[in-house]
């Protein structure tokens, strides 16, 4: 197979960049929050809705700009933490009218924990391969923010203001010689189906809590957990017992992002009852994260 170019990797990607092109120059929007909409709406395409970059391509710019803050108010749902969205489900119009199918930021609140792991695997998976000149024009220098048809030819590494992201993390352009990608390369195409290579056991892995007096097993948690979800869990770790020789917590591992959503099912905590006994879920998170 052929090595591809970065002119091979532009063209294929032309309406996508032609988008990004329009919020950060045309519309002078801010380039990290609109490196995370293309994200966004590039990760909205490789679930249920199909071309939607190539239909926005066709709109004019104050209609661009106005998806654009649709989508930052669904980014934002997603870094809240409590359970609160309007009672409506918190439609989004334009978005709904595009594409000809509801949805709302209730949606994404039911799939939160896929959604941020998906947009950060496109983020530094797509994104960062597809508009470094772009970037590289719009903050190489503080002289280069003049419109201009031409970007400079040699890209040196890149700080976008913004990044890392308390939710989705640094943007890193990757250090590699374009001409040595292969062609075969899924991270470089957008038409794959998933982007949840990128999820970490971390991203993975929930907390549970017990109550005090009321002894639960490895093989009860195993139970409950495998009779909802089918064969979900890739590994589970009992926390240290406390005087009395009785566990008040544990971590599980699961095999795939999508089961944190359909455990909380959009929920901060999701609670179960085992035989009179209650168990709390709730996403784990690394006291060391930044």
Request: glycine share 6%; aromatic share 12%.
């Amino acid at each position: 197979m052929p090595p591809i170019s970065v002119e091979e990797l532009y063209t294929f990607h032309r309406i996508d960049r032609e988008v990004f092109f329009r919020l950060v120059i045309t519309l002078c929007r801010n380039p990290a929050q609109s490196l995370l909409v293309m994200a966004f709406w590039l990760w909205l395409e490789s679930i249920k809705y199909p071309k939607f970059v190539s239909k926005l391509v066709a709109l004019s710019d104050p209609l661009i700009n106005s998806f654009a803050n649709e989508a930052v108010s669904t980014l934002r749902c997603l870094e809240m933490e409590d359970d609160d969205i309007p009672e409506s489900g918190g439609g989004l119009p334009l978005t709904t009218i595009l594409m000809q199918k509801k949805i709302s930021l209730h949606f994404f609140r039911q799939k939160r924990f896929t959604a941020i792991v998906g947009i950060r695997c496109v983020l530094n998976n797509i994104c960062a391969r597809i508009f470094t000149d772009i970037l590289q024009y719009l903050l190489g220098s503080a002289n280069t923010r003049t419109c201009t048809s031409s970007y400079p030819s040699h890209y040196r590494p890149l700080v976008v203001p913004g990044f890392p992201h308390p939710l989705f993390g640094t943007f890193t352009i990757p250090p590699i010689n374009f001409e040595e990608l292969d062609l075969l390369d899924p991270r470089i195409w957008i038409n794959m189906h998933s982007y949840y290579d990128g999820a970490t056991d971390d991203d993975k892995t929930m907390f549970l809590t017990f109550s005090r007096g009321f002894p639960v097993t490895k093989e009860e948690v195993l139970h409950l957990f495998t009779r909802t979800y089918g064969d979900c869990i890739k590994f589970l770790n009992m926390g240290n017992g406390n005087v009395n020789g009785q566990v008040l917590f544990a971590t599980m591992v699961l095999h795939k992002i999508e089961i944190v959503d359909e455990i909380l099912n959009g929920k901060h905590v999701a609670k179960f009852r085992l035989d009179g006994k209650h168990i709390w879920a709730r996403k784990y998170e690394r006291r060391d994260y930044i």
